[in-house]
Structures are given as C-alpha cells and as structure tokens.
C-alpha cells in the first residue's frame, strides 16, 4: 500500500498540482506552493487541439480514439525517469536524426518513431531487434547495414537513421499514407497489408490489430504531445539538464585493424571512450574490404 501511495504522490508532484513538504513537522504532507496544506491531486493530461503526426490530425471523433489516445498520454506523462531521459537524450540526438529525415524526404515527427522503438538508446529487445530504431539482423542487412561479429551497424545512428528513412519511403510508397507506413513499421509491410485486406480497411483507424501495433500509432502521437511541451506535462529541465550533441574529431580509415585497443591508444584515447563513440564496433578489430571504408569518431582534444 505504501508503495502506491508513494506512487501517487510523485505522480502529483510531477504535474505541479502539489508539492512535497522539506519540513519534518509537516509530517510529509503535501503543500501547495503557498504553504497550505491540500489534497492530494492528480490531474489527467489533455489531449492537444488538432493534435497531427506527420500532417494527420488525430481523429479524436471516431470510437475509441480518445481513450487510447488519453491511455498513451498518461504513460507518457507518468513514467517520469523513463521520460525525463528521453528528453534529456533528446538533445544530443535529434540533431543528428533531423537533418537526415529531411535529406531522405521524411516528415520530421518520425524522430518520434526512435524514440518509442528505443528511447534513443542502443536497446536490444527481446527478439534482438537492435539500436535506435530496432532493425532486426535479417531487415538490417536488407536496408544496407552491415552485421556480423566485429560490425553491427545497427548502433550506427547516422547509417541506422538511413536505413530506416529507406523503410519508410518503401512503405509510404506502397500505401500513400505516413500512418500506415508508421504502423507498419511496427509489423512489416506484408502483415499489414493482410490485416487491410481481411478487414476491408483503407487506413489505419479502420483495423484491428494485435495489441502492439493497435498502440503504436497512438504511442507515436503522445510522444510528439510530450516531448513538444513537456513542462505542460509537468517536466521542467533548464538549459543544462539537455544532451548536447557530441563533439568529435572523425578520421577516415581504408585498412584494416587488428587491435582496436592498440588503435586507440595510438591516437591518445581511452578504450572505453573510443568504443563510447563508435558503439557499432562490435569487437577488437575492423576488418575492411578493398571497397570499404570506415569513419571512427574520438573525443575532441
């Protein structure tokens, strides 16, 4: 019981409605922020007006999809550390993301897309779907990437990013539709597709689906609600609690390397600092084709 009144009462805590008392004679009771003592309340998020993921607006009228929607938001909202990450993260990464989706022609909002596959983290699922956008080894290959024992590119962000780009022009190209190629995503192109021929539906909103995917879209709409006005949502972070983008100097390598370890302290850093910024090299050397080449990022001296 304890542990769900504590729960209850971060949770308030976060959408400002109250705060928690320093002083110990208050005997931890909650206080609003001109000392009087009030109930403990905790507020349901709003749905954003016209509320649209890559130009479709949320079609709150239609059965259903207000409380999955208001379900999603409420994850968002409440599962503070998890968010407050994301966030932080968010800095660092979306830099990096952004101009990529734009280059391949892909809406912005589908920076959104790594951050409910991952949290913008080289996560690995419990299908070993793998990094920021979670590309299993068979797709990973199909798309470009490079995996195998010494390389798995898919904890490049930047080539992983393109890959991804490349997935989505595929299936946007197949359906004609941003959220249909977000749900797919989800699911695979041909999974869907059965889905909208055994239902006779033509988007999204028509199907039913497995409970995965039946969120996800929703999952990508809260996400952008959040991330876009967290402290509507109660997150408040100053200027420095934010990622800043990681600054390196790159060096171009076309021969291959049998002691990475050997490698890096030759070039004046730490082993744990070089693998920190090229997470995709997966072991102690980098064989390289005729025809490759490879960019290793370091720290900036």
């Given at each position: 019981m304890r542990n769900w009144v504590w729960f209850v009462m971060l949770a308030a805590a976060a959408t400002g409605v109250w705060q928690l008392s320093a002083n110990p004679a208050d005997g931890g009771?909650?206080?609003?922020?001109?000392g009087e003592p009030t109930m403990h309340t905790v507020r349901p998020p709003r749905i954003a007006q016209?509320?649209?993921?890559?130009?479709?607006t949320l079609p709150v009228e239609r059965v259903g999809v207000r409380e999955r929607?208001?379900?999603?938001?409420?994850?968002g909202t409440f599962r503070h550390s998890s968010t407050l990450l994301t966030l932080k993260r968010s800095g660092r990464w979306f830099p990096v993301i952004e101009p990529i989706l734009v280059d391949s022609g892909i809406p912005l909002d589908f920076k959104y897309l790594s951050v409910i596959e991952s949290g913008l983290s080289h996560a690995v699922s419990p299908s070993d779907a793998r990094g920021f956008w979670q590309f299993m080894e068979p797709a990973a290959k199909e798309f470009g990437l490079r995996v195998d024992r010494d390389v798995d590119e898919r904890y490049h962000v930047e080539k992983a990013t393109r890959a991804a780009c490349a997935y989505l022009n595929e299936a946007h190209e197949r359906y004609g539709d941003w959220i249909l190629a977000a749900a797919s995503y989800n699911m695979g192109m041909s999974g869907l597709s059965r889905r909208m021929e055994e239902q006779a539906g033509t988007s999204y909103w028509d199907l039913v689906l497995n409970d995965e995917t039946a969120r996800y879209v929703y999952r990508l709409y809260a996400t952008k609600q959040v991330m876009e006005d967290p402290e509507a949502h109660g997150f408040q972070l100053n200027a420095e609690d934010w990622y800043s983008p990681l600054q390196t100097r790159d060096t171009v390598v076309v021969d291959a390397i049998d002691d990475l370890v050997s490698f890096a302290a030759s070039q004046g850093v730490s082993y744990n600092a070089f693998k920190t910024l090229?997470?995709?090299?997966?072991?102690t050397r980098l064989p390289i084709a005729e025809d490759q080449y490879y960019v290793l990022s370091?720290?900036?001296?």
């Open positions: 009771r909650a206080r609003p922020s001109d016209g509320l649209d993921f890559a130009g479709s929607m208001e379900r999603e938001l409420l994850v090229n997470p995709w090299l997966r072991s370091f720290p900036l001296r």
